[in-house]
T-cell receptor
Framework: GAVVSQHPSWVICKSGTSVKIECRSL??????MFWYRQFPKQSLMLMAT?????????EQGVEKDKFLINHASLTLSTLTVTSAHPEDSSFYIC?????????????FGPGTRLLVL | QKEVEQDPGPLSVPEGAIVSLNCTYS??????FMWYRQYSRKGPELLMY????GNKEDGRFTAQVDKSSKYISLFIRDSQPSDSATYLC???????????FGTGTQLKVEL
């Protein structure tokens, strides 16, 4: 149980284009989803937290107009990198947390590798 | 000072060794403690989840939490080459708060 999928697993795009990444909880309802960014050999950096049906909460220094997050249902959240630039190239990972009764654990997706040319 | 400190390694051990991975933290509000394993270019995989102090065992893995010392450990018995990965500790105060991660320890188990 507790499977989270991400799509696509990798994407290459041209500078200035927008990229959408999907995160789905496959076998549980995710009341909260998180989006992280990870640079090589570094730990996870939380970008934003989203609760189903409400606006995402962004961490300090993360541009909400650049990284659009939508959490439209209990099983799907999307991250759209708008007007991507080479410095946005990174490994993006989502995680999902179920109902409070299931504890504080977050279950992670496999990640999406973004390369902006 | 970071809220969670974790030695980045790399840690290299022979196959079959007992591995000890550790994290210290400063926030006494943390009550939920997790260990994740992350293979290269993959998302983190939950290994162990504990609440408050004590020990928890699952197969070759044992997690220990000492809240009085603000110190958590993950032990891996009979380590295998397939255990080679980065191990991340994570913790939360609960109540829907976000996880705070350690920087991760890179482990290599050699034949």
């Amino acid at each position: 149980g507790a499977v989270v999928s991400q799509h696509p697993s990798w994407v290459i795009c041209k500078s200035g284009t927008s990229v959408k990444i999907e995160c789905r909880s496959l076998d549980f309802q995710a009341t909260t989803m998180f989006w992280y960014r990870q640079f090589p050999k570094q730990s996870l950096m939380l970008m934003a937290t989203s609760n189903e049906g409400s606006k995402a909460t962004y961490e300090q220094g993360v541009e909400k107009d650049k990284f659009l997050i939508n959490h439209a249902s209990l099983t799907l959240s999307t991250l759209t990198v708008t007007s991507a630039h080479p410095e946005d190239s990174s490994f993006y990972i989502c995680s999902a947390r179920g109902l409070a009764a299931f504890g504080e654990t977050q279950y992670f997706g496999p990640g999406t590798r973004l390369l902006v040319l | 000072q970071k809220e969670v400190e974790q030695d980045p390694g790399p840690l290299s051990v022979p196959e079959g060794a007992i591995v000890s991975l550790n994290c210290t933290y400063s926030n006494s509000a943390f009550q939920y403690f997790m260990w994740y394993r992350q293979y290269s270019r993959k998302g983190p995989e939950l290994l162990m989840y504990t609440y408050s102090s004590g020990n928890k065992e699952d197969g070759r893995f044992t997690a220990q939490v000492d809240k009085s010392s603000k110190y958590i450990s993950l032990f891996i018995r009979d380590s295998q080459p397939s255990d080679s990965a980065t191990y991340l500790c994570a913790m939360s105060a609960g109540g829907g708060n976000k996880l705070t991660f350690g920087t991760g320890t890179q482990l290599k188990v050699e034949l």
